[in-house]
């Protein structure tokens, strides 16, 4: 066996997926693992969070963040093509999120809430609909 195939079969045996379950895929350009902390220095959650270059504003604008919950959703560098890929279990569907660039921050400020004055929520992009995966694995 492969070291990647064992490493996929390993990757579905842990998150407890089967061969059938829909894999949602979504690509960014840049994917960032934030740990916020309190003015004491206390964690107060990790979190990963998901940004798309904008041309016009030429700056990077959050399409999604995550909560990370566990060691598993800290992406990791695929040595094929030099990006970082993230998967998680997400409700019926198993989700990779896969970055051209990663970075981690440690701050005192959440930085998706501070891009919120930047793009609002409602005009992200977003991930791609659990639903719609669903459908595209059906057919």
Do not use: C
Request: proline content about 4%.
């Amino acid at each position: 066996m492969s070291g990647v195939t064992f490493s996929v079969a390993a990757l579905w045996m842990i998150l407890g997926a089967s061969p059938s379950t829909p894999v949602v895929q979504d690509q960014v350009d840049l994917i960032e693992v934030n740990h916020y902390y309190d003015s004491q220095g206390r964690l107060i959650f990790d979190q990963v969070i998901f940004y798309e270059w904008s041309q016009s504003d030429a700056r990077f604008h959050v399409t999604a963040w995550r909560l990370l919950k566990s060691s598993w959703q800290v992406p990791r560098k695929r040595w094929s093509d030099g990006a970082y890929t993230t998967t998680w279990r997400d409700g019926d569907v198993l989700r990779s999120v896969v970055g051209k660039n990663m970075r981690e921050t440690w701050t005192q400020h959440d930085p998706e809430l501070v891009e919120r004055d930047y793009l609002p929520r409602e005009y992200r992009r977003g991930l791609t609909p659990k639903i719609e995966a669903m459908a595209n694995a059906e057919n």
